[in-house]
């Protein structure tokens, strides 16, 4: 089978349309999270990436739409003394008495974004909400 075309639905990173030899284009969601957010009346809530590695592309959407955006880094990697796992979750931001919206491009087990969730709770966050584009 020929093919001479690739359409893709928001890459993880614009770097794998090198792969191809043929042309490449790449949609996104973000036209349609807009309108669920502006539909909800979500404009005040605040975006949030639960990675650092997706800081660019909350900061970008966010600032399309005029929002604020916070950036979680949640780990319980971290050993303590006694050998348990602890967590080392990091907010930039500030999510205090606000809606949040959890911005991710994958939701494969979804253990960042229960994560996310449970630290933007603890954080002070009232309603949280996820857009995810990628759901496995």
Not at 75 to 81: F, I, L, P, T, Y
Request: glycine share 6%; aromatic share 8%.
């Amino acid at each position: 089978v020929d093919c001479d075309r690739v359409l893709t639905m928001d890459l993880h990173t614009p770097q794998v349309q090198g792969y191809f030899d043929i042309p490449v284009d790449n949609i996104t969601a973000e036209p349609a999270f807009k309108i669920w957010i502006k539909e909800n009346h979500l404009t005040k809530a605040v975006l949030v990436t639960p990675n650092p590695e997706g800081t660019k592309r909350v900061a970008n959407f966010s600032e399309s739409l005029g929002m604020s955006f916070a950036i979680v880094h949640v780990s319980d990697r971290q050993v303590n003394e006694e050998g348990n796992r602890e967590n080392c979750s990091i907010l930039v931001g500030n999510v205090k008495e606000r809606d949040c919206i959890i911005y991710d491009d994958i939701a494969d087990t979804c253990y960042s974004i229960v994560k996310t969730a449970e630290f933007l709770k603890e954080q002070g966050a009232k309603k949280i909400y996820c857009l995810a584009t990628h759901g496995l």
